[in-house]
């Protein structure tokens, strides 16, 4: 098979959600479709669970499932499908937001019943940072849910994407028929069956006909004729370069646990999810169809038994063919690495491999060359962008416990900033330490690891800070005087950036106003240009 036949034949995506919106029953339906596994159950779910959350050792339990369930790849129909998981829990927001830059579309979960939460706003923001498109699953409609119309509007309204409904429900909770596909004109009638496979559609050549009715009552058929006139009235056709441009959100309504409407998406995602394009470096655009391999480094997953320091490294390729025993160039280190033992990733099982292409996953067994962003090529240096570090919501110093071990705690801090694990800032005079992370839990991580890993002792002093803000500035002057005369809120992120330790939104007006020239950024990206989420 041709590089081009390989590379179109990837769909590469995640599933996204809120936590039990049912992203994990979808993978699975998904999955077995795929044949990747032949009974539901079979994956474990990535999630963590609600544990009590300062039970860190439970959730690292539940976490190190994720190595095996981090990628899940099938072949459907001559296609390859990538799904790329994504942790739930909060406090690992920062986890799937990196993992989203390695996606080339997205489905999002919506629990018809809840509506957009929370998290989910956040999500889509980073899809759209990147025009990454989005394909949208509202679930359960086995429950008594929102109105669809309703539905429609909050995700129109709260996550400020324009969609198109592709199906409708008709009825939801206990008087739910099924869906009808409005642009094939099928009916899709629904059965509680949690072990059905194939959905058996029915092919409806005239909504406005007699035939309708031998399927659906004269009540159910004249609202679905209403809402399908309302539908065609309000929105515009479906365009699929729309969609592909990041644009447009076509919707779908089911129900996972049911296996209900789940095929009718995968087929549509199948047909009009982009395969692997090009992807911007700081140096060039590259093209997937380029013949020499690029990839970068998107994720680490450390080993916590300490018997088995080694992390793996997850690289999504770019372009090119990746194969094993091969020498690669390593951008930023300048070092030439090969890899024995590359893996790709079947359903839930961790498997050699000896190739990959573009869309691909590979995990790679790394002895701390790798961090987060980092590019492999054959030889040209080139550093992929977009790997985006949002700002810290939590604010603590790291103090030493034990002096004898300063050069341990040096060393485990920096590298698992390098993993991702929090973000961390140095303040001068005198090295501080800040740390800063989205949820509570990092900080039992970072502990953790450090006592356990690196055999150094710490505590964390809470710290005010609200926000940290990138700051940037055409009048190097300025720059100069704002952070000489706010240096004891000035710290410098781990490339030397600096960053502004804002105490409260109001201090930050107040510095724009003073500083009009200075632009706050509240996203950096690890290549350290923080050219997006200019909130000046
Ligand atoms: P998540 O990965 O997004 O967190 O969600 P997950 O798939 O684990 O689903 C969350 C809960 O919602 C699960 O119930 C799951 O069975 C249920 N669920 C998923 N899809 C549907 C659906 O279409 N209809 C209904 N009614 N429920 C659905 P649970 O009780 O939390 O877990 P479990 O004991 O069933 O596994």
Avoid at 190 to 200: G, P, T, V
Avoid at 237 to 262: C, H, K, R, T
Avoid at 271 to 283: D, G, H, K
Avoid at 352 to 365: H, Q, R, W
Wanted: contains cysteine.
């Amino acid at each position: 098979m041709s590089l081009k036949q390989e590379i179109d034949k990837r769909k590469t995506f995640a599933i996204i959600s809120h936590p039990d919106a049912g992203k994990t029953t979808l993978t699975e339906k998904f999955l077995l479709f795929g044949g990747a596994i032949q009974v539901a159950g079979a994956v474990k779910s990535n999630k963590i669970r609600k544990t009590s959350t300062s039970d860190f050792m439970e959730i690292e339990k539940q976490r190190g499932i994720s190595v095996a369930t981090s990628v899940m790849a099938f072949e459907y129909k001559d296609k390859r499908v990538n799904i790329l998981d994504t942790p739930g829990h909060k406090d690992f927001a920062e986890d799937t937001y990196r993992t989203l830059t390695a996606v080339d579309s997205v489905i999002l979960v919506v629990d018809s019943v809840k509506g957009v939460e929370d998290q989910t706003k956040r999500l889509v923001e980073v899809c759209r940072m990147r025009n990454t498109p989005v394909i949208i699953f509202i679930n359960k409609l086995d429950r008594e849910g929102k109105d669809p119309f309703d539905l429609i509007e909050e995700i129109d309204t709260t996550l400020h994407i324009q969609t198109r409904p592709l199906t409708w429900p008709i009825n939801q909770g206990s008087l739910f028929k099924g869906v009808y596909n409005l642009y094939q004109g099928h009916l899709n009638l629904f059965e509680s069956n949690k072990s059905q496979l194939a959905d058996e559609v029915i092919g409806i050549s005239d909504l406005h006909g007699e035939e309708i009715l031998n399927y659906l009552s004269v009540k159910d058929t004249k609202k679905l004729r209403e809402d399908v006139e309302l539908i065609e009235g309000v929105f515009e056709p479906f365009d699929v370069e729309l969609y592909q441009a990041g644009l447009l959100a076509p919707v779908f309504f089911g129900s996972a646990i049911n296996n209900f409407g789940i095929q009718e998406l995968l087929e549509t995602f199948l047909e009009i999810a982009p395969s692997p394009r090009s992807r911007e470096a700081s140096e060039r655009m590259v093209a997937a169809e380029e013949n020499k391999l690029t990839g970068f480094v998107f994720k680490i997953h450390a080993n916590l038994d300490p018997n088995h320091r080694d992390r793996i490294a997850f690289m999504r390729v770019c372009s090119g063919k990746f194969e094993r025993n091969t020498f690669y160039y390593h951008t930023r280190t300048g070092k030439k690495l090969k890899f024995a033992n590359p893996a790709t990733f079947m359903a839930n099982e961790k498997i050699l491999t000896s190739e990959a292409y573009p869309g691909d996953v590979i995990g790679l067994y790394d002895s701390g060359n790798f961090k987060i962003g980092d590019t492999l090529t054959e030889g040209e240096n080139l550093h992929f962008k977009g790997i985006p570090s949002f700002s810290p919501e939590i604010f603590k110093e790291l103090e030493n416990r034990d002096p004898m071990k300063t050069k341990q705690l040096e060393k485990g801090i920096s590298q698992l900033s390098e993993e991702g694990v929090a973000q961390l800032f140095i303040q001068e005079p005198g090295h501080r330490k800040i740390i800063g992370t989205v949820g509570d839990l990092q900080f039992e991580v970072i502990q953790f690891r450090l006592e356990h890993e690196y055999g150094a002792k710490c505590a964390f002093i809470p710290l005010k800070f609200y926000k940290a803000f990138w700051i940037t500035c055409d009048d190097k002057k300025m720059l100069e005087t704002f952070m000489h005369r706010k240096s004891y809120a000035i710290a410098k992120d781990k490339e030397g950036n600096p960053v502004f330790l804002a105490e409260s939104e109001w201090n930050v007006t107040l510095s724009k106003t003073d500083y009009p020239d200075i632009v706050f950024h509240t996203i950096s990206d690890y290549a350290g240009v923080a050219n997006e989420g200019a909130v000046s």
